[in-house]
């Protein structure tokens, strides 16, 4: 089924009542009647126009974080400028929707409001923006000492951010009001327990566990994945049977099955985990030959987006830059 996933559909943030603004909705529908997307009902309809397995971002965009929500859109940030792009997976054309503050636009997830949350590396904050329009709704500054804000997940009740460079997890909360908070509310969670910075890229994706009830983050350098316990930042090792998840970046969590891109590697892994998130096993690796160091995932039906950011490639204003899509297995 054509949709969002089911980490977005349990991480949004807001109840399912609410409405998403009327120019998406008139977009969606069209599409749908388009497209002849199938419904639950209607299991052997098939789309009259297949989906672009490809699509081409800006050249010299330099993309990092990828974000789908219940619309057939993908946004893409910049870690160059911050610049968020806009891409219909229908049709693989898009645009820039708002051209950053200068400093990256990392990991990032959409809410059923439209409402784009964005980490901000090096800028030490984080920013949401309106899906639709692009304009700037709020901006949080979280560390006024070096840092790197890599990635967010939401919650029912919070935007749950990443530093790579300081022990802590920042946490915007979030209500039934389609009010965003002050830069005053934010708190700041030391991380505790088994994780230890050291040099390099640290925690790095972040997700929720199977029951909602814990947050996993991955840990870049070492390749270890934790579970957070989002109360009192205590982490504990998640038990993968002695294996790695080197280089791991971004995190998507279907059902009970987490997927880790692991970007310098080439690779998805798939790991199917206990509901407590204590536990578990890597059960496939998927790659592609286009795959060119990968760093975050977004799904949408049946298939996985990744944005390639080329890491090992020399970044130019004329560099090209894609994102992938391959099927969910």
């Given at each position: 089924m054509a949709g969002p996933s089911a980490e977005a559909a349990e991480s949004q943030g807001v109840p399912t009542v609410l409405t998403r603004p009327r120019v998406f909705l008139v977009l969606a529908a069209a599409l749908a009647a388009v497209l002849s997307v199938p419904t639950a009902g209607a299991a052997s309809a098939r789309p009259t126009r297949a989906l672009p397995d490809t699509i081409a971002l800006p050249d010299g965009f330099q993309p990092e974080g990828i974000a789908i929500g219940a619309a057939p859109y993908a946004f893409f940030g910049s870690r160059a400028t911050g610049a968020i792009y806009r891409a219909s997976l229908v049709t693989g054309e898009g645009s820039v929707i708002n051209p950053g503050p200068?400093?990256?636009s990392l990991g990032?997830?959409?809410d059923r409001r439209d409402r784009l949350f964005v980490a901000g590396g090096?800028?030490?904050d984080g920013r949401v923006i309106d899906a639709v329009t692009g304009a700037l709704l709020a901006s949080y500054r979280f560390s006024t000492v070096p840092s790197f804000v890599n990635d967010v997940v939401l919650t029912p009740d919070a935007a749950w951010f990443t530093d790579s460079t300081n022990p802590v997890l920042y946490r915007v909360p979030l209500?039934?009001?389609?009010k965003l908070p002050g830069p005053e509310a934010v708190v700041r969670t030391p991380l505790t327990g088994d994780i230890v910075y050291g040099t390099g890229i640290n925690a790095n994706g972040i997700a929720r566990t199977p029951d909602g009830r814990g947050l996993l983050i991955v840990q870049s350098n070492t390749g270890l994945l934790f579970r957070?316990?989002?109360a009192t930042g205590v982490t504990r090792t998640v038990d993968l049977g002695g294996e790695l998840l080197t280089n791991g970046d971004g995190l998507l969590l279907e059902g009970r099955?987490?997927?880790?891109?692991q970007n310098r590697l080439n690779i998805v892994a798939?790991?199917?985990?206990?509901?407590?998130g204590t536990r578990g096993a890597i059960v496939s690796r998927l790659t592609d030959p286009r795959f060119d160091v990968p760093t975050t995932v977004a799904a949408y039906g049946k298939r996985l987006y990744l944005p390639n950011a080329r890491f090992t490639t020399p970044p130019t204003p004329t560099t090209p830059y894609s994102a992938v899509a391959i099927p969910r297995r």
């Open positions: 200068g400093t990256p990032m997830k959409v090096t800028g030490g209500s039934r009001s389609p957070v316990d989002p099955t987490l997927y880790v891109v798939a790991v199917r985990l206990n509901d407590a």
